[in-house]
């Protein structure tokens, strides 16, 4: 199976800082990589699919890049919105479809 | 516009079964591969099952293969999870998801639509 793996856990920040997430898998996964932004209490919410393609009405300051092992999800302005937990997750194993999740990165307030 | 409602979680003793559900609208349901996927409590995403768009095809997390089944009724619009054997660490928000293949230049599939969760307590 595909292991996820996510930097850092967690980071404190400021609004109108830039915030870089990074998101290793075990294995080639060509571009086969999503990110999700989940705050407390909700579901997840898609914000990059296809590592670098932007969701329908997700603000542009959101960016992700990156192929085969390794990915980053950039915030280039922090926004107090988006104080959340970000999880990476590979699409790559199909079949089965089996679409693993990092560990999480949970951005707080510095 | 797309809804997802999940409904049957709750307290249940640990060896026991319960069955939840995923509500569907606002999109043909029967043209989409659905999953589940849970959170323990102060914990991240996992994976549980999914279910292809005909039912043709199912595939489990190892922690839950043997235990529960996925499935879903096209007609009623609805995706099932049958949890049997439930143990504690089976304790989670359990949230359905639809999955959606596209590619922007690069391809990938994705959950485009969650539903809002149902939480299963595992406790004697």
Not at chain 1, 81 to 103: H, M, N, V
Request: hydrophobic content about 30%; some cysteine; charged content about 15%.
């Amino acid at each position: 199976d595909i292991q996820m793996t996510q930097s850092p856990s967690s980071l404190s920040a400021s609004v109108g800082d830039r915030v870089t997430i990074t998101c290793r898998a075990s294995q080639s996964i060509s571009s086969y990589l999503n990110w999700y932004q989940q705050k407390p209490g909700k579901a997840p919410k898609l914000l990059i699919y296809a590592a670098s393609s932007l969701q329908s009405g997700v603000p542009s300051r959101f960016s992700g890049s990156g192929s085969g092992t390794d990915f980053t999800l950039t915030i280039s302005s922090l926004q107090p919105e988006d104080f959340a937990t970000y999880y990476c997750q590979q699409s790559y194993s199909t079949p089965p479809a089996i679409f693993t999740f990092g560990p999480g990165t949970k951005v707080d307030i510095k | 516009q797309v809804q997802l409602v999940e409904s049957g979680g709750g307290v249940v003793q640990p060896g026991r079964s319960l069955r939840l559900s995923c509500a569907a609208s606002g999109f043909t349901f029967s043209s989409y591969g659905m999953h589940w996927v849970r959170q323990a409590p102060g914990k991240g995403l996992e994976w549980v099952a999914v279910i292809w768009y005909d039912g043709s095809n199912k595939y489990y997390a190892d922690s839950v293969k043997g235990r529960f089944t996925i499935s879903r009724d096209n007609s009623k619009n609805t995706l099932y999870l049958q949890m049997n054997s439930l143990r504690a660490e089976d304790t989670a928000v359990y949230y359905c998801a639809r999955e959606t293949y596209r590619c922007g230049g690069d391809c990938s599939y994705y959950f485009d639509y969650w539903g809002q969760g149902t939480l299963v307590t595992v406790s004697s």
